[in-house]
């Protein structure tokens, strides 16, 4: 299999894989170190103001900072989200990353359907031997139909 017949995957002599992520500009690492300063900024002009006389602002930025926080601890849970495909030998094994919570399903190559699930700009639903598993939620709508093609393709060559 060549790479040229991908969009998506990336192919590694028999093996095929492909990795979905979201995109992500900012990295946790990179989100801390901003949270960080903002921290800094937001309760040094509360302290100068408090100093001042103001005793409410303070109050107010230390409320900014904690909500602040926790939207970017929300946006750092799914940061590192994703979906990996493989295909190697006579297996297909999907996993599934959300919120650091793991979900694998494992498939025998015969056996797999690749069908949209409702339309044909919806998530991809992957079934077989009583399993389901929907991907494609890191790929536009639009584009979906060639990863669905992708894998049959794959499923259906050596």
């Not at 300063?37 to 602002?57: D, E, H, P, Y």
Request: charged letters at 20%.
């Amino acid at each position: 299999m060549s790479n040229q017949a991908y969009q998506f995957a990336q192919v590694s002599g028999p093996a095929v894989q492909w990795r979905l992520k979201r995109n992500c500009s900012v990295t946790p690492a990179q989100l801390g170190w901003m949270y960080l300063s903002l921290c800094t900024l937001s309760l040094g002009i509360g302290v100068f103001f408090w100093m001042q006389g103001a005793t409410l602002v303070l109050a107010f930025a230390g409320l900014e900072v904690a909500v602040v926080g926790l939207a970017f601890l929300a946006y750092a849970r799914h940061a590192a989200d994703g979906e990996m495909i493989s295909l190697q030998g006579s297996n297909l094994v999907v996993e599934l990353e959300t919120a650091g919570r793991l979900e694998r399903a494992e498939f025998a190559r015969q056996w797999v359907r690749v069908e949209p699930k409702s339309g044909d700009q919806s998530l991809i639903e992957l079934s077989g031997q009583g399993q389901t598993i929907e991907v494609g939620r890191f790929v536009r709508p639009e584009l979906r139909q060639v990863l669905a093609r992708e894998i049959r393709k794959a499923l259906r060559s050596a």
